[in-house]
């Protein structure tokens, strides 16, 4: 990310300019975020039901979770060079189209009843939250002093609509799609299909002109020019390990946002077999996955406001009590408590956020300006390697021991982490 000092050495009419251009792209990311949303909620919402029926195995349903989640990892470093070399457009729309092949390929999956074959799709499908989360640095290469976690956390908000209202669209889009023919369970991923589309149009659309382009073609004007970095040096492994040894802050946001978003990812990916085990219905699974969904993005601006104005460490610090919570709250619930498992989910969701918005700002601040860019990329590639590893225990533990045991174990690994945030104060 390459953050442009606007106020610096920059004249009013060229900072006027700069701030229209940056309303019109957190529009235009807002917009692909929302549809993009709809795409991700219902496709990851319902993918372990799926593979759980295909391979007739609980611990296999964690794959589902592991799958998509892995992807967005194997993509992260792809988007970041990419965007690095050609711009932020070119950057998110190899991540959505990734997405959208593999909404393609799980379709196929499902009709010819093969799980490999739909955990391969699931893979591609992981590019839809690769482009997610990439969306979230793009949203700043162009903020001015001040405004950058705001900005950020403004267009994590906007995957609020469409993440909420995509698990509950699922049975709709299942119904129509066997009246057009398709075949049963295809539909909410044909829906996914549709909308990553549309995303992917948006991006490559509306995002002009390219924000990340445009900050680097003003930066000798307004800062000097070493801190624009050449393309082939960004986003790359040896230079964000680098940055991360001199900058120990840096370190200590990676692992809160990895531990947060593994925390959230093995409980959410394993809450509809737990309740499907209690006989609850997809529609009511839609609704809690809903509830959860909503504490995850709903809060995101007053999270951003508030890392903002107390500092990062504090927001990483609460993020992690409201983890705990989580976990207590949905580890101590039966199958059949469902408002219960509902609240612990709604903390779930809004501990992650803290996690991904406070880190985020932590880590783009503690780095120096030409090396944000590739450790912005390897931390999107270990939170979610982080989640895929979380997500394949949690099946795991899940179908030896218990949803109960898997909520403990998150637990301790978030109390850990809080004492160990609160240790190590920056």
């Known amino acids: 990310m390459t953050k442009i000092p606007i106020n610096t050495n920059i004249s009013p009419t060229v900072g006027g300019q700069i701030a229209v251009v940056q309303r019109r792209t957190l529009a235009v990311l807002s917009i692909a975020q929302i549809t993009s949303g709809v795409g991700v909620a219902v496709g990851f919402?319902?993918?372990?039901?799926?593979?759980?029926?295909?391979?007739?195995?609980?611990?296999?349903?964690?794959?589902?979770?592991?799958?998509?989640?892995?992807?967005?990892?194997?993509?992260?470093?792809?988007?970041?060079?990419?965007?690095?070399?050609?711009?932020?457009?070119?950057?998110?729309?190899?991540?959505?189209?990734?997405?959208?092949?593999?909404?393609?390929?799980?379709?196929?999956?499902?009709?010819?009843?093969?799980?490999?074959?739909?955990?391969?799709?699931?893979?591609?499908?992981?590019?839809?939250?690769?482009?997610?989360?990439?969306?979230?640095?793009?949203?700043?290469?162009?903020?001015?002093?001040?405004?950058?976690?705001?900005?950020?956390?403004?267009?994590?908000?906007?995957?609020?609509?469409?993440?909420?209202?995509?698990?509950?669209?699922?049975?709709?889009?299942?119904?129509?799609?066997?009246?057009?023919?398709?075949?049963?369970?295809?539909?909410?991923?044909?829906?996914?299909?549709?909308?990553?589309?549309?995303?992917?149009?948006?991006?490559?659309?509306?995002?002009?002109?390219?924000?990340?382009?445009?900050?680097?073609?003003?930066?000798?004007?307004?800062?000097?020019?070493?801190?624009?970095?050449?393309?082939?040096?960004?986003?790359?492994?040896r230079t964000a390990w680098q940055a991360l040894r001199r900058a120990p802050a840096a370190g200590r946001a990676l692992v809160a946002i990895a531990v947060s978003h593994t925390a959230m990812v093995s409980v959410m990916s394993m809450t509809p077999v737990h309740l499907d085990h209690g006989g609850s219905p997809n529609w009511v699974i839609g609704i809690v996955l809903s509830l959860h969904i909503a504490g995850m993005y709903v809060l995101s601006p007053l999270i951003g406001w508030l890392a903002d104005r107390i500092g990062r460490v504090p927001v990483l610090r609460l993020g992690m009590g409201l983890l705990l919570a989580a976990a207590v709250l949905a580890g101590t619930a039966g199958p059949h408590g469902v408002t219960q498992v509902s609240a612990g989910l709604a903390l779930l969701g809004a501990g992650w956020s803290c996690g991904l918005i406070a880190g985020s700002a932590m880590l783009s601040e503690a780095v120096p300006l030409e090396h944000r860019p590739a450790v912005q990329g390897l931390s999107d590639l270990l939170m979610n390697v982080c989640g895929a590893t979380g997500a394949v225990a949690a099946g795991v533990i899940v179908g030896a021991l218990s949803y109960g045991v898997l909520g403990t174990v998150v637990a301790v690994m978030v109390t850990i982490t809080g004492a160990w945030l609160t240790l190590k104060r920056t």
């Open 45 to 237: 919402a319902f993918s372990s039901l799926v593979v759980a029926q295909l391979s007739g195995s609980v611990s296999i349903s964690g794959l589902a979770g592991t799958a998509s989640v892995l992807g967005a990892a194997l993509l992260a470093l792809p988007t970041a060079r990419a965007s690095s070399r050609s711009g932020r457009r070119t950057g998110l729309a190899l991540a959505y189209g990734c997405a959208l092949l593999g909404c393609l390929i799980t379709v196929v999956a499902i009709t010819v009843r093969s799980w490999p074959l739909m955990l391969a799709g699931l893979v591609l499908f992981g590019g839809a939250s690769a482009g997610s989360l990439a969306s979230r640095y793009s949203a700043t290469d162009l903020s001015p002093p001040g405004h950058s976690a705001r900005h950020l956390s403004w267009v994590v908000w906007a995957s609020t609509i469409g993440s909420v209202a995509g698990p509950n669209l699922a049975e709709p889009a299942d119904h129509l799609g066997r009246r057009l023919g398709l075949a049963p369970d295809t539909g909410p991923f044909a829906l996914s299909l549709l909308a990553f589309a549309i995303a992917l149009a948006v991006i490559v659309i509306g995002l002009r002109p390219d924000p990340l382009l445009l900050a680097r073609s003003i930066a000798p004007a307004s800062a000097p020019a070493t801190t624009v970095p050449a393309p082939r040096a960004r986003g790359t492994l």
